[in-house]
Each structure stands twice: as structure tokens, then as C-alpha cells.
Nanobody, 115 residues
Framework: QVQLVESGGGLVQAGGSLRLTCSAS????????MGWYRQTPGKERDLVAL??????WANYGDSVKGRFTISRDNANLYLQMDRLKPEDTADYYC??????????WGQGTQVTVSS
């Protein structure tokens, strides 16, 4: 089992920055992949960014490329969000893939970007 807790969401003006943190606990040695997804009411959860745990590989959703940066250390995942836009407003979820293909989700943190 892997537990994920997000923090760092909030209200920011367009053009501003926020840094999200996901703190992982439990069987973190089994985690092979981590990432961030986001969701707005009535829509599906969309990929923001993914990062490998044993490599430098990272992948970004098209809408955030060049503005967001995903990074990690031993037990934490980060998302640096720069040049934020109102359309980045969403609930942001931390995601991890553990043993086999077992997926884990955090409870989410809300990001609101005002115009």
C-alpha cells in the first residue's frame, strides 16, 4: 500500500506560480512511476505530468509543456507551475504506480487561477 497526500494548492492570479507537493508513505520502494493529474467538474481526469522513479524520464500534457515542471526526491513528488492560466484551475491529484500495475491516488488539492 502507498499513501499519497497533496499540499500546496490555493488561489493565485494569472501569470503567477504555485508549487504542489505530494508526500508518499508506505511501500514507497515499490513505486515505479508517479505523476499529477487534474480534474474539473463534469470532466475526466487529465494527465498533467508523469515521471519515472528510476530514470530521468518525464512526460507532460500538451497544455502544460514549457510551463510546468515535475520533479521528485525519495518520498516526495513536486509540480512547479509557472505562468499559470485561468484554464489551469482544477483539482490536482497525485498518482503512483506500485507493485505490478497497482495505482494509488491522493485526495487532491484545489488550484484556482483568477484572471
Amino acid at each position: 500500500q502507498v499513501q499519497l497526500v497533496e499540499s500546496g494548492g490555493g488561489l493565485v492570479q494569472a501569470g503567477g506560480s504555485l508549487r504542489l507537493t505530494c508526500s508518499a508513505s508506505g511501500s514507497i520502494n515499490s513505486v515505479r512511476l508517479m505523476g499529477w493529474y487534474r480534474q474539473t467538474p463534469g470532466k475526466e481526469r487529465d494527465l498533467v505530468a508523469l515521471i519515472g522513479m528510476a530514470t530521468t524520464w518525464a512526460n507532460y500534457g500538451d497544455s502544460v509543456k514549457g510551463r510546468f515542471t515535475i520533479s521528485r526526491d525519495n518520498a516526495n513528488l513536486y509540480l512547479q507551475m509557472d505562468r499559470l492560466k485561468p484554464e489551469d484551475t482544477a483539482d490536482y491529484y497525485c498518482y503512483a504506480v506500485g507493485e505490478g500495475t497497482t495505482g494509488y491516488w491522493g485526495q487532491g488539492t484545489q488550484v484556482t487561477v483568477s484572471s
